[in-house]
């Protein structure tokens, strides 16, 4: 009997996407089945890919049961159900490579991320807008909240315990400043960071894709985030960056053997892995609430650590200011006004 062609449906939100990648690039490696990837997750980050871009379809493109998926076997990949992934003996990359590929733990490549020109452009553009508004060349990325935060009220809570506090998150932007970085803020939310009493402005672009916030983090100098899908695009373009967990276990959602990456956790000795997608567990959830609150002391350790990361992979010039900002300007166009990222939000203080 010939084996049927698969369609694998991709779920959940861009950090799954993006881990997805290494384990169907094997797949077609490694065999010569065919194959598509159904994007209930979007399709945006396999866009561009030089083989997965072909074989990725919306979940809504027209006639695709009927034209594609009636005659295949349908394949649902759920690392959260892997043995490995839950007894935190592999990662998310590799737990998607168990149920697709069933070659057990081994390891793999970083998620190829195609970035057009025009993309890498606006990234730039960026950076130059932020440096020449805050006075600052040396730039993070800073993405505080994850997927599960909720705003209600004026009140940010996350009950996955895999965010900052929001009042942590102003301190940090207001201890680095002061450390002399200029700050991006990665988030669906807009803040008033003046009234905060945040001294500089922060960068807030909003309305722009993840391959856009691709090409942000790939031209800024450092990323510093919560287990969330822009820690993963750090990975991805090899960018050094400091990644804070707390509900969830680095071994399963980070990257502890990249040499660039300083895990900060929050959740040692506290943590209980929280079993989900298999089962609901409201006494690891009551467990793991708060568990991302962070006082004085903790928050200058991080920063302590974050300097000497950034010192150690990222290698800036000494340069004044104004250079800086000549630096970034394009060849013969040093006059020209910058040109903003479609829906960038101007810069707020």
């Known amino acids: 009997m ?6 694998f449906f991709i779920n959940g939100g861009a950090g ?4 997805s990648i290494p384990a169907l690039e094997k797949y077609y490696e490694e065999t010569s089945k065919e ?31 009927q034209d594609k998926i009636v005659n295949m076997d349908v394949v649902t990949p759920e690392p959260y159900r892997v043995w490995e992934y839950y007894n935190q003996k592999c990662n998310l990359q590799q737990g ?3 149920e697709i590929n069933g070659k057990g733990i081994r390891e ?7 970035l057009t020109q025009e993309e890498i452009v606006n990234g730039k553009s960026v950076m130059r807008e932020v440096i020449e508004n805050v006075g600052l060349n040396k730039t993070i990325v800073f993405q505080p909240y994850g997927r599960g935060v909720h705003e209600h009220n004026g009140f940010i809570t996350d009950p996955t315990g895999r965010s900052f506090e929001h009042a942590n998150m102003i301190n940090f932007v207001k201890k680095l400043q002061e450390k002399g970085f200029a700050i991006i803020i990665m988030s669906e939310m807009q803040f008033d960071f003046q009234k905060e009493g945040v001294p500089k402005p922060v960068a807030q672009p909003n309305g722009i894709t993840l391959k856009q916030w691709a090409a942000i983090i790939k031209e800024a100098d450092y ?11 750090a990975h991805s373009l090899d960018k050094p960056a400091t990644v804070v ?11 502890p053997d990249n040499p660039k990456f300083d895990i900060q956790d929050m959740g040692e000795g506290k943590r209980k892995y929280d079993p989900i997608r298999i089962v609901p567990d409201e006494v690891v959830s009551k467990n793991n609430d708060g568990i991302m609150a962070m006082n004085d002391l903790i928050e200058d350790e991080i920063i302590k650590n974050l300097i000497k990361n950034f010192n150690k992979h990222v290698k800036k010039e000494t340069v ?7 630096a970034l300007k394009p060849k013969n166009e040093e006059k020209q006004e910058t040109k903003l990222v479609p829906g960038l939000a101007p810069i707020k203080g």
């Open 96 to 98: 998607f490579d168990i």
């Open 16 to 19: 799954r996407v993006l881990a």
């Open 108 to 114: 793999l490549g970083k998620p190829f991320i195609h």
């Open 35 to 65: 194959f598509i990837i159904v994007c209930e997750g979007g399709m945006d980050l396999y866009k561009g890919h030089p083989f997965l871009h072909e074989r990725a379809y919306d979940v809504w493109h027209k006639g695709l049961f």
């Open 245 to 255: 967990t707390g509900s969830t276990f680095a071994e399963n959602i980070s990257f």
């Open 223 to 233: 990323f510093l985030g919560c287990d969330s899908v822009g820690q993963h695009i």
């Open 320 to 326: 004044s200011f104004d250079k800086k900002i000549t």
């Open 2 to 7: 010939t084996e049927r062609a698969k369609a």
